[in-house]
């Protein structure tokens, strides 16, 4: 079995990257967007950049290891796949800490899902099966939700963006409703039912295999009262214009 952990370089590789991504927004991508807009399109561009790329490249690396399992050791491309998400989510707290602070939900969210990649990546060295799993279940979604993002950043001063928002935002959220509140739970179950019952023996300490699930639980839990906000904001947004051209 291949167990060699790829050189910390990669991690320096892939965050240059992301940083590269994130300036060129910045500057030249966006440069025509107001200034409160563009620290956003530029979170938007580099998730774009990993949201996707990072559900093909996790799902390949699963489907490669024949002996993938909750405890089953880090493969080489698995470790790779750890780096390439560290890298974005270390880009995206930076962006995050400077230009919004007080966000507090997102920088938690953001240091609580480091933790889960680092520590897989850099202490245990097993267990990416369960996290790579969890970054498809989190990131499928990931490209309806940027655009989502621009469009809801631009549809006050923009008809095609206030028309993409009205359009995406149903389909968006029945299937971010599907995964965050069925798929994600079903397999955060099946992960800590494994745990709990000592089949990784020492391989996965519980402390580790404990905050995961936590972690993962939180995430869950907050993106449901994220998504039905959203449904309520909806209807009641539908029921008012309905209304208007009733009158």
């Known amino acids: 079995m291949e167990t060699l952990i790829p050189p910390l370089p990669d991690l320096l590789v892939f965050f240059s990257f992301y940083l590269t991504i994130y300036l060129l ?23 774009y950049f990993h949201g996707s790329p ?17 405890a089953s050791t880090n ?11 560290i890298a974005y989510f270390l880009m995206d707290l930076i962006h995050y800490l400077l230009f919004y602070p007080s966000d507090i939900l997102f920088i938690a969210h953001h240091l609580a899902t480091l933790f889960v990649f680092m520590t897989c990546r850099f ?12 970054l498809i279940i989190a990131e499928v979604t990931s490209f309806c ?54 089949k990784a023996g020492d391989l996965i300490p519980t402390w580790v295999w404990g905050s995961w699930v936590s972690v993962v639980f939180m995430a869950i839990l907050v993106s449901i009262v994220w998504i039905f906000n959203l449904w309520v904001a909806l209807y009641k947004e539908r029921t008012r214009k309905f209304e208007t051209k009733v009158r």
């Open 25 to 47: 927004a910045h500057f030249l991508i966006f440069n025509n967007w107001s200034s409160n807009l563009r620290p956003e399109a530029a979170s938007c561009l580099i998730s």
């Open 54 to 70: 990072a559900v093909f490249l996790a799902g390949k690396a699963l489907l490669s290891d024949q002996n993938r399992g909750f």
């Open 75 to 85: 493969t080489t491309f698995q470790t790779l796949v750890l780096d390439y998400s």
């Open 123 to 134: 202490v245990v060295f097993h267990g990416a099966y369960a996290v790579l799993v969890l």
């Open 145 to 198: 939700q940027n655009t989502w993002t621009l469009a809801c950043a631009r549809r006050k001063d923009s008809e095609f963006a206030d028309k993409v928002f009205d359009v995406l935002s149903p389909p968006f959220y029945a299937l971010y409703s599907v995964v965050r509140g069925f798929v994600g739970p079903w397999f955060l179950y099946q992960m800590g039912a494994f745990y709990y019952s000592g």
